[in-house]
């Protein structure tokens, strides 16, 4: 299908004018700081950077700067590493409109393709998601710098809180600039990385496996055997892909006894819970969560078809992987269900929070508490992937690992994966922008709002805009004749 860009564009405009008639585009309250160019800065420009840059820009607050690493209309996954054929959301699921009808996926499919089109799709494929991502940044106007990486991170003062150099290499060239408030919506890996097991990544050389989240070049996999490690949406569609660009066979191994069926954390999707799971006590976000990832999530319908359609897909069910070895350029291992080989293995089994292994973080990683810092669970209940990830506060702020030592950190909002056990569900995935975005920026503007007390008392104490000039009652103003002293000498004759 081809989009109506005319139909598209003027969408565009009729959420310009939707604004204008809110009045959402009241300037910047905050005042200048000397010596910062950026009241927020936004690293990354997906869906959930998008969504909170023009989430500040309507309560106010503009002086905010937005950096991606990526190309222009090559941020995000969509494009990349994500290789499923639709979203696995359903079309209907609120996302980064924040409330404006117009902005959102229906709004813009219709526009785009017609109201019978959008009432025939199912999920929503893929790339028109991406379509629809790059029109939303035209449509809200969100600046972006692309091709902008952020390398570092230093606080300008570490025993206050006054903002941070960032260090950026934009087009390859090296240069700093100043921010008071920093917000990461840097995606899955955004407090880590990949996992890739120990079986594979102690055993062999990166030459002969992969990550679902890398670049990989499936071409030139055309004609060979790969072994796959996981069960989950993401192995689904990394195997598919291999076997639809040529590869002679696929081997997918799963380490439970059959497919996850249940993917429980989809419990979380009501209302209650996406606003108000932070507030549980940790002992209950705890126990829920470890519930949640004690099983991978699992794959969809659609995606598992994809992938069994093709009679040179085989899937191996408790198989567990035990060992692997390098076998004179190809990959040998030993799984629960006997003896494999292969060309090469790519590991689906998603990602681990690891602060230190982001290089924008890893300067005052270890002064950041992580959920083992703050929460010892009972005896039976240890997981220690969850207890690497960072404890964060109710506007998704770091959190001191040792109050007084790094009072900075509340000035860094991770709304990344690493947020998933402290505010529930997958934080920047499409689910948690309607809740999430909103609660971030109010803690943005709270704190800015405190910060800047002072000068706020100032202005609000010094206000002195007549509303009425003089002129619009001079005319009738009374007054005594020359010479009464009384009342009386003011009454109407009888």
Not at 81 to 102: C, D, F, H, I, Y
Not at 257 to 286: C, I, M, N, Q
Request: net charge negative.
């Amino acid at each position: 299908m081809t989009i109506d860009t005319a139909a598209v564009d003027a969408l565009a405009a009729d959420v310009a004018r939707a604004l204008d008639r809110l009045g959402d585009d009241g300037g910047n309250w905050v005042p200048p700081s000397p010596g910062i160019d950026h009241d927020v800065a936004v690293v990354g420009a997906g869906q959930s950077g998008l969504a909170v840059a023009f989430a500040l820009r309507r309560a106010g607050i503009a002086n905010i700067t937005v950096i991606d690493a990526a190309e222009e209309g090559r941020e995000g996954v969509w494009e990349t590493t994500a290789r499923m054929q639709t979203l696995r959301s359903v079309k209907t699921l609120p996302g980064p409109e924040l409330g404006l009808p117009g902005l959102t996926f229906r709004s813009w499919y219709e526009a785009a393709f017609g109201a019978d089109a959008y009432a025939a799709v199912g999920r929503i494929p893929r790339t028109v998601w991406a379509d629809y991502v790059r029109w939303y940044r035209r449509a809200t106007g969100i600046a972006v710098h692309n091709r902008t990486r952020l390398t570092r991170i230093e606080p300008l003062d570490a025993t206050a809180p006054r903002g941070f150099r960032l260090y950026l290499e934009r087009d390859g060239e090296a240069r700093t600039e100043t921010a008071r408030k920093l917000v990461l919506a840097t995606g899955m890996d955004g407090s880590g990385g990949p996992f890739v097991p120990p079986v594979i990544a102690d055993s062999l050389p990166r030459s002969l496996y992969a990550h679902t989240d890398d670049p990989i070049d499936f071409a030139a996999l055309g004609g060979k055997v790969i072994g796959v490690l996981g069960a989950a949406s993401s192995a689904f569609d990394t195997a598919a892909t291999a076997l639809e660009r040529g590869a002679a066979a696929v081997h997918l191994f799963c380490r439970n006894a059959d497919l996850t069926r249940v993917t429980t954390v989809k419990g979380l999707s009501y209302a209650g819970a996406l606003d108000h799971f932070h507030e549980l006590p940790d002992a209950d976000r705890w126990s829920l969560m470890r519930r949640f990832f004690a099983n991978a999530p699992g794959p969809m319908p659609d995606t598992v078809r994809r992938a069994t359609r093709f009679p040179n897909f085989h899937l191996h069910l408790a198989a567990g992987w035990t060992a692997a070895r390098d076998a004179g350029g190809a990959v040998e291992v030993e799984a629960a269900d006997g003896r494999h080989r292969f060309d090469c293995v790519i590991a689906g089994t998603g990602y681990r929070a690891d602060l230190a292994r982001r290089p924008e973080l890893a300067g005052f990683a270890d002064a950041i508490a992580l959920w083992r810092d703050r929460y010892s669970p009972p005896p039976g209940e240890e997981d220690a992937a969850l207890a690497a990830n960072p404890y964060l506060g109710p506007g998704f702020e770091f959190v001191e690992k040792l109050p007084g030592t790094a009072p900075f950190l509340k000035d860094i909002h991770n709304f990344t994966y690493g947020g998933v056990v402290s505010h529930g569900r997958a934080v920047g995935e499409i689910a948690s922008l309607k809740h999430g975005v909103p609660r971030l920026v109010s803690a943005i503007g709270r704190d800015l709002w405190l910060a800047d007390r002072a000068a706020h008392l100032g202005r609000l104490t010094s206000f002195d805009t007549p509303d009425l000039t003089g002129e619009e009652y001079a005319h009738a103003l009374w007054r005594p004749p020359v010479g009464s002293s009384s009342f009386r000498d003011t009454e109407t004759p009888t």
